[in-house]
Nanobody
Framework: QLHLLESVGGSVQAGGSLRLSCVAS???????MCWFRQAPGKKRGGVAVIFTRGGITSYSDAVKGRFTISQDNAKNTLYLQMNSLKPEDTAMYYC??????????????????WGQGTQVTVSS
């Protein structure tokens, strides 16, 4: 059983930056770690992932070049650095993990463990 605890999100103006973090416990290896997001009235979609296989990262086209996913294994923490934020990035963001994690584009049903979600709001 893996427990994921996300940091508090926040509200920023367009063009600003935020960093989300997700602490996993107990200490783990060999899990694909990712971020999903869900805006009101929309399906939950994959934002970025670090696959356990070779540490390969993938991003949605909507965030590529603006967001960076990374992890600090010593701290058991996953990060999502979000730069040049846009109003359309407003959503609830979820950290998720799975021993396999599928392939890109990742799907929610492929991930067994989930954080509680954290709200990110970007104003124009």
């Amino acid at each position: 059983q893996l427990h994921l605890l996300e940091s508090v999100g926040g509200s920023v103006q367009a063009g600003g930056s935020l960093r989300l973090s997700c602490v996993a416990s107990p200490r783990h290896t060999n899990y694909s770690m990712c971020w999903f997001r869900q805006a009101p009235g929309k399906k939950r979609g994959g934002v970025a992932v670090i696959f356990t296989r070779g540490g390969i990262t993938s991003y949605s086209d909507a965030v590529k070049g603006r967001f960076t996913i990374s992890q600090d294994n010593a701290k058991n923490t996953l990060y999502l650095q979000m730069n040049s934020l846009k109003p359309e990035d407003t959503a609830m963001y979820y950290c998720a993990a799975d021993m396999f994690g599928g392939s890109w584009p990742i799907q929610p049903h492929e991930y067994k463990y989930w954080g509680q979600g954290t709200q990110v709001t970007v104003s124009s």
